[in-house]
């Protein structure tokens, strides 16, 4: 299946936006941890596709401080059963909240450990909100994007970076 990309510029720095031509399957932090991880050698840069500018729309309002409906935007990501379950999860905590780790596997019905092994393996970061999950405590650990930068995520769904 043919693949397609394009940039976003994000006040946290250039985010690349990836679609299978119908749903978004990618979104990453250029330069991350697994940046480009499911997407092909072969994709095409093409910044038409709808479900492009419906994720540009969404961050836009996202970055602006609102708390926009990800859920309007289709979402096809490339992962094992196990994943999509850990992932499913990740969009059922609403904005401006936080869940450990522990927490999340109580979900899924695992250990922490494979439940954030997942979490970090999110292709598509914020819509799918891996920034909102925590260590014990409430501590930042485990951000592919950067610690810096989901401390700022989180800042901005408290009231501002």
Known sequence: MMQYYCYYESPLGRIRLA??????VGLWFCGQKYDCATLSADAI???DAAVFRLTADWLD???AGHAP????????????????????QLRQIPYGTCMTYGQLAARVHSASRPVGAATGRNPISIIIPCHR????????????GGIMR????????????
């Open 19 to 24: 679609s299978d031509g119908n749903s978004l």
């Open 45 to 47: 840069l093409n910044a």
């Open 61 to 63: 309002a996202y970055f």
């Open 69 to 88: 409906d990800a859920t309007d935007i289709p979402v096809n990501p490339s992962g094992t059963p196990f994943q999509r379950r850990v992932w499913d």
């Open 133 to 144: 999950v925590v260590g014990a405590r409430g501590k930042l650990v485990g951000y592919a």
């Open 150 to 161: 989901k401390e700022k995520l989180l800042a901005l769904e408290q009231g501002g970076i």
